[in-house]
């Protein structure tokens, strides 16, 4: 029997069980036993409503107009004799409500009689049932809701997985283990009971799980860490109990467990205390990962993007050992990723994956799928047969600030306004050196954006310099200095620009140390809670004087990038308008167009006539030195010839 059938079948119980008990649990009106004669009185007396004649015992049932007594009842019964003309009697009497009823047969009186007493006990016996299976059943609250997959199923390998090499490696002993387990015990060796993958959201933590599973070729079970916890106290800790019940069943296995910190956040932190049902599951959880034996071959693993918050006994050796941390790819993992997920789709020749690496640094493996996927679509939409370099540029735009909005009316003025706070942004980030190079403007909004300046790193990069970071300052307040410049007014499309500017500065003098006036210091101390994994607040650890020192700086710094940006805009105020004109013909200016634009307003020709007459004087020098030299031997050739000659 299917779910579906099972399902109706349940229904159905259900409804004849509330139905019996509605309707039948409503008492019956009291019925008076009357003699014959005590009948035929009432009937005189005109007190008979109507009445049932059962034929076949000779009963009477019926309905009194009034009650006999005071609180009698007026459902009456009784017998009639053999051979007794009864309905004639009854139309004397004027009742005309008769009813004949033949009676059922004697079975069927006991089938209906026992009808209610079998739905009860069909009703029990499926609620057992349904209580003693497993999956998502009725009252199965303890059972656990993991999937499994198991190992004939098809594969996710290491081959699937790219950019992750170093975490790749360290899972590659655990699937030596579970396949052959004798090498390391017979060494004495105790393989980790547990392994957490920790890193940010999309980086693969699941996808690495799946290729384990796949390599070692062993069930894999999987379920959310959320799926524990219930409203009802007890639960979740019942479901870890079967979880660990089925896996020991299964062993050799792997367990799953995504986002773990959602029940083994630090027990008996945040406002309020701690969550019973919560911290009970976690008890749980140690207890189970604790009591494996060693021979169990059952490998946990968890996967979450706050290891922080986590409890510390869970964190312990003996539980999870190993620590691997799942970053985002650099630029080769990049190039694999998108190889990984450009297999089977139709990429144009010109298409250069190398290229599409490096524009997107700090991409995470989801966000590369989802560029690759974006693409695609793009193709289709655009009814193309297969995916060029266009789609994948545009793809990432899209990923990077959402789809344009071409359909938003906006004035001449404001293009105008947009287009130069835009040129500002690449103006100055093209002319200071430390500095990531421009790859794109647009000034088409996007998102939330009304335009937009791109800039993409050369290389993969893990510190920032401070000059970096006053470049990146003067780049972002160079918008607002090109609108006040070309406008002498200010508008607000500057507020994201600002609020990022102020965001750097302060923590450059408050947690980076590179204000040359308070020093190497970080000031400020954050008030953190576990239980909600943020700051709540930021506790100043130093005195008044230091906050008006703090401010100085940050107005300081503040101020001084602005200068440093005004003063470029206003040295290459003819860039900045051809930047401007260019953007509001176009809208949209690529890498390229860029760099002609500012090889083109460059004056280099007093360079250039300078390096040819320098080119031009070394080569009378050395003519000059070859004519010295070629007299030099002419006479002295001279003087080997004549002998000869004479």
């Given at each position: 029997m299917n779910r579906t059938l099972r399902n109706i079948f349940l229904y159905i119980i259900l409804v004849a069980v509330a139905l019996y008990f509605v309707y039948g649990s409503v008492s019956e009106p009291k019925v008076s036993k009357l003699n014959f004669r005590e009948f035929i009185v009432q009937l005189e007396n005109k007190n008979v409503r109507e009445?049932?004649?059962?034929?076949?015992?000779?009963?009477?049932?019926?309905?009194?107009?009034?009650?006999?007594?005071?609180?009698?009842?007026?459902?009456?019964?009784?017998?009639?004799?053999?051979?007794?003309?009864?309905?004639?009697?009854?139309?004397?009497?004027?009742?005309?409500?008769?009813?004949?009823?033949?009676?059922?047969?004697?079975?069927?009186?006991?089938?209906?009689?026992?009808?209610?007493?079998?739905?009860?006990?069909?009703?029990?016996?499926?609620?057992?049932?349904?209580?003693?299976?497993?999956?998502?059943?009725?009252?199965?609250?303890?059972?656990?809701?993991?999937?499994?997959?198991?190992?004939?199923?098809?594969?996710?390998?290491?081959?699937?997985?790219?950019?992750?090499?170093?975490?790749?490696?360290?899972?590659?002993?655990?699937?030596?283990?579970?396949?052959?387990p004798g090498k390391f015990l017979t060494m004495g060796a105790r393989i980790p009971k547990g392994i957490l993958l920790f890193g940010p959201p999309g980086?693969?933590?699941?996808?690495?799980?799946?290729?384990?599973?796949?390599?070692?070729?062993?069930?894999?079970?999987?379920?959310?860490?959320?799926?524990?916890?219930?409203?009802?106290?007890?639960?979740?800790?019942?479901?870890?109990?079967?979880?660990?019940?089925?896996?020991?069943?299964?062993?050799?296995?792997?367990?799953?467990?995504?986002?773990?910190?959602?029940?083994?956040?630090?027990?008996?932190?945040?406002?309020?205390?701690?969550?019973?049902?919560?911290?009970?599951?976690?008890?749980?959880?140690?207890?189970?990962m604790d009591g494996f034996d060693v021979r169990d071959s059952i490998i946990v693993i968890a996967g979450t993007n706050r290891p922080d918050i986590l409890d510390p006994a869970l964190l312990r050796p003996g539980r999870f050992d190993r620590h691997i941390i799942v970053d985002r790819p650099d630029l080769e993992g990049r190039k694999g990723i998108l190889k990984v997920h450009a297999r089977g789709k139709p990429l144009a020749k010109d298409?250069?994956?190398?290229?599409?690496?490096?524009?997107?640094?700090?991409?995470?493996?989801?966000?590369?799928?989802?560029?690759?996927?974006?693409?695609?679509?793009?193709?289709?939409?655009?009814?193309?047969?297969?995916?060029?370099?266009?789609?994948?540029?545009?793809?990432i735009d899209r990923v990077l600030a959402g789809p344009e909005r071409k359909t938003r009316v906006i004035s001449d003025r404001e293009k105008e306004i947009i287009a130069y706070h835009e040129a500002g942004h690449a103006l100055v980030a093209h002319v200071l050196p430390d500095t990531d190079p421009v790859?794109?403007?647009?000034?088409?909004?996007?998102?939330?954006?009304?335009?937009?300046?791109?800039?993409?790193?050369?290389?993969?990069?893990?510190?920032?310099?401070?000059?970096?970071?006053?470049?990146?300052?003067?780049?972002?307040?160079?918008?607002?200095?090109?609108?006040?410049?070309?406008?002498?007014?200010?508008?607000?499309?500057?507020?994201?620009?600002?609020?990022?500017?102020?965001?750097?500065?302060?923590?450059?003098?408050?947690?980076?140390?590179?204000?040359?006036?308070?020093?190497?210091?970080?000031?400020?101390?954050?008030?953190?809670?576990?239980?909600?994994?943020?700051?709540?607040?930021?506790e100043p650890n130093y005195s008044q004087e230091i906050a008006f020192e703090i401010d100085k700086e940050v107005r300081r710094l503040i101020d001084e990038s602005y200068q440093k940006a005004r003063d470029i805009l206003e040295k290459h105020r003819d860039v900045l308008d051809t930047i401007a004109k260019t953007l509001i013909e176009k809208e949209t200016i690529g890498k390229e167009e860029l760099i002609e634009i500012f090889e083109g307003n460059r004056k280099e020709e007093p360079v250039k006539e300078k390096k040819v007459a320098v080119k031009d004087a070394k080569k009378e020098e050395v003519s000059k030195k070859k004519r010295e030299q070629l007299g030099k031997l002419l006479p002295e050739l001279g003087n080997k010839l004549r002998p000869a000659e004479s």
């Amino acid at each position: 029997m299917n779910r579906t059938l099972r399902n109706i079948f349940l229904y159905i119980i259900l409804v004849a069980v509330a139905l019996y008990f509605v309707y039948g649990s409503v008492s019956e009106p009291k019925v008076s036993k009357l003699n014959f004669r005590e009948f035929i009185v009432q009937l005189e007396n005109k007190n008979v409503r109507e009445v049932t004649l059962l034929e076949r015992d000779r009963i009477i049932q019926g309905t009194l107009n009034k009650s006999i007594g005071k609180s009698g009842p007026i459902k009456f019964e009784t017998s009639y004799p053999e051979g007794y003309d009864i309905t004639s009697k009854l139309l004397e009497n004027n009742v005309s409500n008769i009813k004949v009823d033949p009676q059922n047969s004697f079975w069927l009186s006991i089938i209906v009689n026992m009808l209610p007493f079998v739905l009860i006990i069909l009703f029990w016996i499926f609620m057992m049932n349904q209580m003693q299976g497993s999956g998502n059943k009725v009252l199965s609250f303890g059972k656990s809701r993991a999937r499994l997959t198991k190992s004939e199923h098809p594969k996710v390998t290491f081959k699937d997985v790219a950019g992750l090499d170093e975490a790749i490696e360290e899972l590659k002993e655990i699937k030596e283990y579970l396949t052959a387990p004798g090498k390391f015990l017979t060494m004495g060796a105790r393989i980790p009971k547990g392994i957490l993958l920790f890193g940010p959201p999309g980086t693969g933590k699941t996808l690495l799980a799946r290729a384990l599973a796949g390599e070692a070729k062993v069930p894999f079970f999987s379920i959310s860490g959320s799926e524990f916890v219930e409203m009802f106290v007890g639960v979740g800790a019942s479901r870890v109990r079967d979880l660990f019940e089925q896996a020991k069943a299964q062993s050799p296995c792997i367990v799953f467990i995504d986002e773990i910190d959602a029940v083994g956040r630090h027990r008996g932190a945040g406002l309020g205390g701690g969550h019973d049902e919560r911290e009970q599951t976690l008890n749980q959880l140690l207890v189970e990962m604790d009591g494996f034996d060693v021979r169990d071959s059952i490998i946990v693993i968890a996967g979450t993007n706050r290891p922080d918050i986590l409890d510390p006994a869970l964190l312990r050796p003996g539980r999870f050992d190993r620590h691997i941390i799942v970053d985002r790819p650099d630029l080769e993992g990049r190039k694999g990723i998108l190889k990984v997920h450009a297999r089977g789709k139709p990429l144009a020749k010109d298409v250069d994956l190398s290229v599409i690496a490096r524009r997107t640094p700090g991409f995470t493996g989801a966000d590369l799928a989802n560029v690759v996927n974006e693409a695609a679509i793009l193709s289709a939409r655009r009814n193309k047969k297969q995916i060029e370099m266009a789609e994948l540029e545009d793809a990432i735009d899209r990923v990077l600030a959402g789809p344009e909005r071409k359909t938003r009316v906006i004035s001449d003025r404001e293009k105008e306004i947009i287009a130069y706070h835009e040129a500002g942004h690449a103006l100055v980030a093209h002319v200071l050196p430390d500095t990531d190079p421009v790859h794109k403007i647009s000034i088409i909004p996007r998102g939330r954006a009304l335009g937009y300046t791109l800039t993409l790193p050369t290389e993969d990069r893990y510190l920032v310099t401070k000059s970096e970071l006053l470049g990146e300052l003067a780049m972002l307040l160079a918008g607002r200095v090109a609108e006040e410049m070309l406008f002498n007014d200010v508008t607000t499309g500057a507020v994201d620009d600002l609020e990022r500017a102020t965001k750097i500065t302060r923590k450059m003098v408050c947690e980076y140390g590179m204000s040359d006036k308070l020093g190497p210091l970080t000031l400020g101390h954050k008030d953190e809670t576990v239980f909600l994994g943020k700051d709540i607040s930021r506790e100043p650890n130093y005195s008044q004087e230091i906050a008006f020192e703090i401010d100085k700086e940050v107005r300081r710094l503040i101020d001084e990038s602005y200068q440093k940006a005004r003063d470029i805009l206003e040295k290459h105020r003819d860039v900045l308008d051809t930047i401007a004109k260019t953007l509001i013909e176009k809208e949209t200016i690529g890498k390229e167009e860029l760099i002609e634009i500012f090889e083109g307003n460059r004056k280099e020709e007093p360079v250039k006539e300078k390096k040819v007459a320098v080119k031009d004087a070394k080569k009378e020098e050395v003519s000059k030195k070859k004519r010295e030299q070629l007299g030099k031997l002419l006479p002295e050739l001279g003087n080997k010839l004549r002998p000869a000659e004479s």
